[in-house]
Every structure is written in structure tokens, then in C-alpha cells.
């Protein structure tokens, strides 16, 4: 079996549930299918996903005879069709049951801040460049970071940062934003009030403002 990136660093973290996101999404298309095939054109967004999953196993991809049955069916031609393998039902089953992490309360001086997926994204990135930045991440953001836990309920990593810490955090998202996408430190703004400003005379050192009232998108 080819080790690529869906198998680097064991699946670790955000990799590890946008393959169980993926699969998710496998199975309820097939689910709804009345031949239990998920079929081209309805998984044509998932296409880049499902190949990553078919090359682990993880789905099964439809000979060209299936192909041609299916093809019969839908009064079409079908170019492609995938359903979950045996082994991708397991490790369904298995995610499902696994413990659900339970985070630890914010300490008195800490704030409990949800981030979206590609929050959490950016955020690993901006602590573990740390060593190569010139303005200091807040001391603790990395553990904090390695400690966060993601809800299954509303799909968010759950932090607890203290005020230092949510500073740097916007920093990290405004040099995100400079070199990628504005969305993350737009929406740590709306929700959490905390916006990185820069400051000639700030010198290296991150400043953030405090926007007054400002509600959750």
C-alpha cells in the first residue's frame, strides 16, 4: 500500500477527520442511493477526496462491469461510481465509538474560543513556526494548542487561551490573512472582539484592539 499523504504522520489531527468527514459523506450518499453505489455525478466534489480514500482502501471503486450495470441503470454512461469498503466501515464504527475527548474547563484567567477548521489550521502553523518568528508566540499558546479538543457536535476545536495568548492568536491570523485568507482573523475578530492592529511603534511586539459591539457570524 503507497504511503502518500493521507498515511503521513498516522493521520494525525485535522488530516485524520477530514478522512473521517470524507468517509461520512461516502456514506450517506450511498445510503440514499438506490443501487448503494455513489455515483460520479454526485460525488464529483468529493472526487480529490475519494481517490485519497480508494488508494487506502477505504472505498471501493466499481469494475467496468458494475460500471456498465449502473450505467444500464441511470440510462446514462456512468464514469465512475464508489461505495465504502468493508475496511471503510470499520474504521467508521470504529471513530464512532471511540471516547469523545472531554476538554478541561478554562482557568480563571483563560477564555474558551471555538475555531473553525481552517482556523485551527492556520493556528498550527503560526505556533510551529514559532521558533522561526521574530515577535515571540505568548508563552503556553503551543500547549494550549496541543491540548485543544475538537466537538463532534458543532465541528469546532475548543481552546482555552488567556488574554496574552487570544493577542497572539491574532497576530498569527493577520499574517495568515496577509498570505492567504482574511476569513480566519475576520472571524476571530466578529467573535471574540480581539483584531491585531500593527503598530510602527510597537516594535516586535503583536498589538490588538478590542472591537465593541460585535457579534458572532
Excluded: I
Aim: aromatic share 6%; proline share 7%; with cysteine.
Amino acid at each position: 500500500m503507497a504511503w502518500d499523504m493521507w498515511t503521513a504522520k498516522g493521520w494525525g489531527g485535522v488530516r485524520a477527520e477530514k478522512v473521517l468527514d470524507a468517509l461520512e459523506t461516502v456514506l450517506a450518499c450511498e445510503e440514499g442511493s438506490a443501487h448503494g453505489w455513489v455515483l460520479d455525478t454526485v460525488a464529483e466534489p468529493l472526487r480529490p477526496s475519494v481517490r485519497g480514500l480508494a488508494r487506502q482502501g477505504l472505498v471501493e471503486q466499481a469494475c467496468p462491469e458494475k460500471r456498465a450495470e449502473l450505467s444500464a441503470w441511470e440510462g446514462r454512461p456512468v464514469l465512475w461510481a464508489v461505495r465504502l469498503s468493508p475496511v471503510g466501515h470499520d474504521l467508521l464504527a470504529y471513530a464512532r465509538t471511540r471516547p469523545v475527548p472531554v476538554p478541561s474547563g478554562p482557568a480563571p484567567d483563560e477564555q474558551r474560543v471555538d475555531l473553525l477548521r481552517s482556523q485551527m489550521e492556520a493556528l498550527r502553523v503560526f505556533v510551529g513556526m514559532a521558533e522561526k518568528l521574530r515577535t515571540p508566540v505568548a508563552l503556553g499558546l503551543a500547549e494550549q494548542v496541543r491540548k485543544a479538543v475538537r466537538s463532534n457536535a458543532d465541528k469546532r476545536w475548543q481552546v482555552n487561551l488567556t488574554p496574552e495568548q487570544m493577542v497572539s492568536v491574532a497576530y498569527g491570523f493577520w499574517l495568515h490573512g496577509l498570505t492567504g485568507s482574511v476569513a480566519e482573523a475576520n472571524r476571530f475578530g466578529r467573535e471574540y472582539g480581539v483584531v491585531h492592529q500593527p503598530d510602527q511603534a510597537a516594535g516586535s511586539r503583536p498589538e490588538a484592539r478590542r472591537e465593541t459591539g460585535s457579534s458572532p457570524a
